[in-house]
């Protein structure tokens, strides 16, 4: 499969009514999604499907706090909005959380995961298990 074909079918899964209502069952913001919230839920569910070709990344601002949470695969990084190189994948997360040029990447270790539940980016292993069968039915 390729990168296109792969972001297309996973940002039709994830828009999908009953895939969006796996949120309401987690501690979630109002209104949030798989970038806005449930990032990490996504990016564990993304990692468990590829096995150990996937690694999970952060996006780290300034100030070295977790903002983001993603899937590498290879050369090409992984969240809601599908597979792009890195230099996309940062341009694209400049833009989403509009900040500087000073986001980067950094392996998630579970300092950084201790920091990412911290700044209130939420991870409930239930409801990634959920994703990531429906995700082995699309893919």
């Not at 990490?40 to 569910?45: K, M």
């Not at 999970?56 to 903002?67: E, M, S």
């Not at 990447?105 to 991870?123: D, V």
């Amino acid at each position: 499969m390729t990168p296109a074909e792969f972001t297309r079918k996973l940002r039709k899964l994830i828009n999908r009514n009953d895939v969006i209502a796996l949120l309401d069952q987690g501690d979630f913001a109002p209104g949030g999604d798989w970038g806005a919230g449930g990032c990490w839920i996504l990016a564990a569910a993304l990692k468990s499907l590829l096995g150990s070709k996937g690694h999970l990344w952060a996006v780290l601002d300034a100030r070295d706090i977790p903002q983001h949470v993603a899937v590498k695969h290879g050369n090409l990084y992984l969240d809601y909005r599908g597979a792009r190189t890195r230099e996309k994948f940062l341009r694209d997360v400049r833009d989403d959380l509009m900040v500087p040029s000073t986001v980067r990447l950094a392996p998630f270790t579970r300092k950084l995961q201790s920091q990412a539940a911290e700044a209130g980016i939420p991870y409930d292993p239930k409801i990634a298990r959920k994703l990531v069968a429906l995700m082995r039915a699309e893919f």
